[in-house]
C-alpha cells in the first residue's frame, strides 16, 4: 500500500470523528473544539547527514502527518478547566520503519480561593518521536510523564508571593537510549510585582535534582575496561524576569540569572570492576533570554529574540551544552484572508564534558531559514504551504548537514 493509501483509512477516521462530535462551525466561547490536520512534506536530508555519510541510505523522503484532537476551556463558577488531547499519526514513503503513532495529553485545573489566593495543577502525558538531527537513523519514541501544581498569594495589589513543584519522567524506547532516561524534579518559589503601567518583574529561585538511572557507555579502555559516565546533576537557579509593554506596539520580555549545575559523578554500576568513572564536569555561569514584539504596522509584527541556555544531558553526546542564539520572525497580513511569515534564526552549541578521552571538545554553528503562506478561506479552515532551508558546521565533520523541505498543510476546527 502507498503512503496515501496509508493516509487515506486514518485521516477518514478522523475526519469521521471530528464531524461527528460536534456542528461544523466553532462558535465563540467554546468549551469543547475538536480538530483536524492533514501535512505533507518533502526533506532532502532527512537524517541530517554529512555530505559523504552513509552512502548507500535514502536520505531524502516524503511523509505525511495528519493530527486529530480536541480542546476544552470550561469555567465552572471561578474556576478554570483547560485540557486537550492530539493523536498524530507519520507516514513515511520510503523509510517505512519510521512510521510513527504519537499522543499528546494535558489537562490543568486553574483554581481560585478567595480573592487572594490562586493557582494550578495539573498533569501531561506524551509519546514522541527524536529527531533524527541528534540520534540518527532510529526510530526513539520517548514517552514523558509531567505531573505540576503552583500557588500564589497576592500580598497586595501590586505584589505576590508563590512557589511550584513540578515532576518529569522521560523513558526512550530505543535500548541504545536508555542512559537518556531521566527523572527530573523541581521546586521553585517567586515574588511578583506588578507596575502602575501593567508591567510585571519577577525574583525566582529554581532548583532542579535530575537522577538518569542508567550510567552512559563512553567507551572502551585498553585492555578490558569500560568507560561510563553519570548524568545525574543537581542545579540551582537564580532568575530575574519581567515583561514590559514600553509602548502600544512594543512589548518587551526577559529572564536572566546564574545556574550553578553540579554533577553527581556516581558509578552506579561497577559492571563487574570493569567500568572506569569519567566525571563530568560541573557548570556556573550567566544565562539568559530576551526578546520583543514590535507591530510596525496594523498589518505587520516583528518578533526578535537572543539567549544563553544551559541544556542538558539529554542532548546527545555531552554532558551539557551551552547555547547562544538569536531568532528574527516576521508575519505580514497580506490581504484579510491571506498571510505571509518569514524566520531566521542562528544557533552556536557549544558542548561540554564529551564522552570519550580522545575525542576532540564539540562546537556547532547552525543556521535556519523559513518561508510559508498561509490562507484562510473561512475561519476554521488554513491551509499553509512553505518551505524551510537550513545548514550545520560543526568543528566535527561527520556531524555538519544541509537540507531544504517543502510543505503542504490544511487544519480544520469544528
Known sequence: MGLWGRIGLPLSAMLLAATLATPAAAKEGDTFRPFVSAGYFYDNNLFRLADNESPGTQRDDRYGLLSAGINVDWKPGRQQIVANATKTLIRY?????????????????????G???????????????????????????????????????????????????????????????????????????????????????RAQVRRTKAEFPTQQTLGFVFPFFVEVADNSYKQTEYNLLGDWRLTGKLTLRGQAGWVDRQYENVLRDDLGGAALLNER????????????????????????????????????????????????????????????????????????????????????????????????????VSVDVGLRAGRRDSSISVEDYKFHSLFANVRADF
Open 93 to 113: 514513503d520510503q523509510n517505512t520503519y519510521l512510521d510513527f503513532d504519537g499522543d499528546d495529553v494535558q489537562a490543568t485545573w486553574n483554581w481560585r480561593l
Open 281 to 380: 564536569p560541573d557548570f556556573s555561569g550567566f544565562a539568559g533570554r530576551v526578546s520583543a514584539d514590535w507591530y510596525a504596522t496594523a498589518k505587520t509584527l516583528l518578533s526578535v529574540s537572543a539567549y544563553r541556555e544551559l541544556g542538558g544531558a539529554t542532548d546527545i553526546n555531552a554532558s551539557s551544552v551551552l547555547k547562544q542564539g538569536t531568532s528574527l520572525n516576521g508575519v505580514w497580513l497580506v490581504r484579510e484572508k491571506w498571510r505571509l511569515n518569514a524566520g531566521a534564526t542562528y544557533e552556536n552549541r557549544d558542548y561540554k564534558g564529551d564522552p570519550g578521552t580522545t575525542q576532540p571538545q564539540r562546537n556547532d554553528d547552525t543556521l535556519g531559514a523559513s518561508l510559508s503562506l498561509s490562507y484562510a478561506p473561512i475561519q476554521a
Open 115 to 201: 480573592n487572594r489566593l490562586s493557582g494550578n495543577l495539573g498533569a501531561a502525558k506524551s509519546t514522541s518521536q527524536s529527531s533524527f538531527g541528534d540520534i540518527g537513523q532510529v526510530n526513539n519514541q520517548v514517552d514523558r510523564e509531567r505531573r505540576y501544581g503552583r500557588a500564589e498569594w497576592e500580598l497586595h495589589p501590586r505584589w505576590r508571593i508563590g512557589g511550584g513543584v513540578e515532576t518529569t519522567d522521560n523513558t526512550n524506547s530505543e535500548p541504545s537510549q536508555a542512559s537518556q532516561d531521566v527523572q527530573q524534579q523541581s521546586q521553585d518559589v517567586m515574588l511578583s510585582y506588578r507596575t502602575p503601567k501593567g508591567s510585571n518583574l
